[in-house]
């Protein structure tokens, strides 16, 4: 009866020593969705690749590459409801020098190739119809467009910690676009260019965004006053003399 016993407990052992351990398994995916490393600039412009790693600094847009986004959208914006159709031809002309034609300019032909528009374009204003007619076929318009303003405005800082300081900036576009016959100088179309983009970039990269062939895309970094450093510390002197009363004060 006893040998029974211990054979019985010897299988029983055995067998518990064949069962294999009970492990929990780890999937790890290889695919999948993934978060975008940068903001909604790099999917609105695909143009504009930020250079961005996963870990460390990120290069901000250059204040030129920020304002060719933002007369981009307003470019598009504008020309919304114009009159032309795939197919036609217009001349393309500013009504008046500025710095920053070329950016508006491209703005526009791109915006036209897009609605399949063939455009010839004039680098200086036309001075009168009479000169318009030679750039222009009979029947196509002549689009004109003004640049107002465009600039990059430093609002305020963001941040108190050393080194995570941030400027927060704004580039502006402003101005008008209009559309008429060149023989008759007849208005056909008229639309307003206004478009703003606000961002923040780190003000140890001043010096990365900025050029010094377009002053009006710079600007003077702002600066905080005694107030508004004075103000954070009574604060946090206040709020802190509130928690400890109240700890003394516990039973």
């Known amino acids: ?11 029983l052992l055995i067998g518990a020593c064949l069962v294999p351990s009970a492990e929990a398994k780890k ?4 695919s999948g969705p993934r978060a975008p490393e940068d903001s909604v600039l790099s999917v609105a412009n695909t143009y504009l690749d930020p250079v961005v790693r996963s870990r460390g600094p990120r290069v901000p847009y250059t204040n030129l590459q920020l ?3 933002v007369a981009d959208s307003a470019a598009a914006r504008a020309l919304a409801t114009a009159p032309l159709d795939r197919g036609s031809h ?3 002309a500013p009504t008046q020098n500025h710095p920053l034609n070329f950016v508006l300019e491209h703005a526009f032909l791109k915006e036209l190739a897009r609605r399949g528009v063939e455009v ?8 009168d119809d009479s000169v318009a007619a030679m750039y222009a076929n009979p029947g ?8 107002g303003s465009a600039k990059i405005t430093y609002l305020r800082l963001v941040g108190w910690l ?13 101005g008008s676009v209009s559309m008429r016959e060149p023989a008759s100088s007849r208005v056909l179309w008229t639309g307003d260019l206004g478009q703003n983009f606000v961002d923040r970039f780190s003000r140890a990269q001043v010096s ?9 895309l710079k600007d003077t970094v702002p600066v905080r006053n005694l107030d508004k450093v004075v103000e954070p510390i009574i604060v946090v002197g206040v709020v802190g003399g509130l928690v400890a009363l109240f700890f003394q004060n516990r039973p």
């Open 208 to 216: 990365l965004v900025e050029e010094a062939r377009f002053p009006e």
């Open 140 to 147: 196509d318009p002549l689009v004109e467009y003004t640049l």
């Open 90 to 92: 217009a001349v393309l």
């Open 1 to 11: 009866m006893r040998a029974r016993l211990n054979g019985l407990l010897f299988a």
């Open 162 to 174: 050393p080194g995570r300081v941030k400027i927060e900036r704004q580039a502006l576009v402003q």
């Open 67 to 69: 304002t060719e986004f």
């Open 120 to 127: 010839t374009v004039r680098r200086t204003p036309v001075p």
């Open 27 to 30: 999937f790890r995916y290889a």
